[in-house]
């Protein structure tokens, strides 16, 4: 057994339970803070908490925590390039979408 | 000894030990659990980019999805996650019961999920509420455009001070209030279903992914029942649990974003 047990990480059947808890909790703040007015923080709270939760399965259920570095560097690399693509669309669309057909974007400030 | 005779039995001849097999598994899994976010970030960046233009439709749109069956269905995916989890511990540990019992709720949990969505699925297929030219919502007509009536003279003067002047000439018609603006509720934007659109597809291609992750993990417990795993080897039980979690993963940003609109 000791064979094996060096590589494998057994996570502790308390912490399982707390990180279960704690992502019900967030769920709930999470749609709480949609009763409060926070203009477009809202929106920024909102995937603060979800990233938060996300980040809790993936350190505790998914055994990230414990797991090889490679395998988090595969992961952290693709939600950065997602980030990439989010993030140029949207300074693509920002810059010329308003001007393509006016009034046709009324959520860009221009 | 048992133990240690079935590890060696699951080792390929091309690994050097038990250890790099798993490691390798793990990082296949996880490679593929990249392909999938960057599948998802597409329809992220579709959201991203109709959200940022059209902020109007998503807050209008979003009253649609019933908020309460939202966040039992968010319950359910962080249950069965917490179930997964907890398999894959039984697992590692070799308590076989167990593990075909939380293999077993998981699955269940995946069916109630499914029956959820079924429910909220139906009722926008009876209102119209649906994507693209199949929008066209039952009770209201909310995608048409919206009429602007002339407007009317002097209604909007307080009745109790009656003036013995002459009522002043209409505005230009540019800068006529129009009543729809003047209560911004009520104002029906156009192209509501692109919303629709955004919402079928990326619950829909998750609703794939749970039916996909309820296929592998009925497997896994036919295998489970089959007494093929132990605490030497668990690593299909492990692989199964990642993809299970990837998929609550992906719920946990849907809700907020699709129902949660504020």
């Given at each position: 057994m000791a064979e094996h047990e060096s590589f494998v990480h057994v996570v502790p059947f308390g912490v399982l339970v707390r990180v279960w808890a704690a992502l019900m909790v967030l769920t709930v703040i999470t749609v709480a803070a949609?009763?409060?007015?926070?203009?477009?923080?809202n929106l920024f709270l909102a995937l603060a908490i979800a990233t938060f939760k996300a980040s809790l399965v993936v350190l505790y259920f998914m055994h990230m925590r414990y797991d090889h570095p490679f395998n988090a560097i595969v992961f952290i690399g693709s939600l950065l390039f997602v980030m990439l693509f989010v993030v140029l669309a949207l300074l693509d669309t920002q810059a010329y979408q308003p001007e393509l057909i006016p009034g046709y974007a009324p959520g860009m400030g221009k | 000894m048992h133990a240690a005779h079935s590890s060696e039995a699951h080792l390929?001849?091309?690994?050097?030990?038990v250890k790099a097999q798993f490691e390798a598994g793990k990082l296949g899994m996880w490679i593929f659990l990249a392909t999938e976010i960057l599948l998802f970030g597409g329809l992220f960046c579709a959201y991203a980019v109709y959200r940022a233009n059209h902020p109007e439709i998503f807050i209008y749109a979003h009253?649609?999805?019933d908020n309460l069956l939202g966040g039992i269905n968010t319950a359910v995916l962080i249950f069965s996650s917490f179930t997964m989890a907890l398999a894959v511990r039984a697992a590692q540990l070799g308590r076989q019961k167990a593990l075909q019992r939380l293999l077993s709720a998981t699955i269940a949990c995946g069916f109630v999920f499914l029956g959820i969505k079924y429910v909220e699925y139906e009722h926008k297929w009876k209102e119209g509420l649906l994507w693209g030219k199949r929008f066209?919502?039952?009770?209201?007509?909310?995608?048409?455009?919206r009429e602007v009536p002339p407007p009317k003279a002097?209604?909007?003067?307080?009745?109790?001070?009656?003036?013995t002047l002459a009522p002043p000439a209409d505005p230009p018609a540019g800068l006529a209030v129009r009543p729809a603006e003047a209560?911004?509720?009520h104002i029906v934007p156009q192209n509501v279903q692109l919303f629709f659109s955004v919402y079928f597809v990326m619950t829909g291609l998750h609703g794939i992914h749970v039916v996909a992750g309820m296929i592998v993990l009925s497997w896994i417990l036919l295998r489970a029942r089959l007494g093929e795993f132990s605490a030497a080897y668990f690593t299909p039980v492990d692989l199964a649990g990642l993809y299970w979690h990837l998929v609550d993963l992906i719920w946990i940003y849907l809700f907020p974003l699709l129902y949660l609109i504020h």
């Open positions: 949609t009763w409060v007015d926070l203009g477009s923080f | 390929a001849h091309h690994f050097p030990g009253r649609y999805l066209k919502p039952v009770h209201e007509e909310k995608a048409a455009p002097l209604t909007w003067v307080n009745p109790e001070e009656r003036s209560h911004g509720e």
